[in-house]
């Protein structure tokens, strides 16, 4: 089983941009599809984005579609968000997550993952 970290976080500007990564251990990174979550101070955690394991599959929510891109490097066991245009709606902790599957399935609920990170604040000011 893999194990998760997640970088990039930070403090941006509404309008600005930020690459979140999610580093895994272990040597079966390839067979996971992976997703990125997020939850916001008061509300429940919420789907962003999600990657088949070979990457040629992906998934967004509404609210970030047009805006973020999922990406993943198998040969470097990680898998990214780039967020443009961020709004101080998207103030969140972000989580990444990923469950072994070999499907060509984009999982888009939590209880879908078995594998979550310790996740990495995103603050957008207005």
């Known amino acids: 089983q893999v194990q998760l970290v997640e970088s990039g976080g930070g403090l941006v500007q509404a309008g600005g941009s930020l690459r979140l990564s999610c580093a895994a251990s272990?040597?079966?990174?390839?067979?996971?599809?992976m997703g990125w979550f997020r939850q916001a101070p008061g509300k429940e955690r919420e789907f962003v984005a999600g990657i088949s394991w070979t990457g040629r599959i992906w998934y967004y929510a509404d609210s970030v579609k047009g805006r973020f891109t999922i990406s993943r490097d198998n040969a470097k066991n990680t898998v990214y968000l780039l967020m443009n245009s961020l709004k101080p709606e998207d103030t969140a902790v972000y989580y990444c997550?990923?469950?072994?599957?070999?499907?060509?399935?984009?999982?888009?609920?939590?209880?879908?993952?078995?594998?979550w990170g310790q996740g990495t604040q995103v603050t957008v000011s207005s």
């Open positions: 997550a990923a469950v072994a599957d070999l499907t060509a399935v984009v999982r888009t609920t939590g209880d879908a993952y078995d594998v």
């Open positions: 272990g040597r079966t990174f390839s067979s996971y599809a």
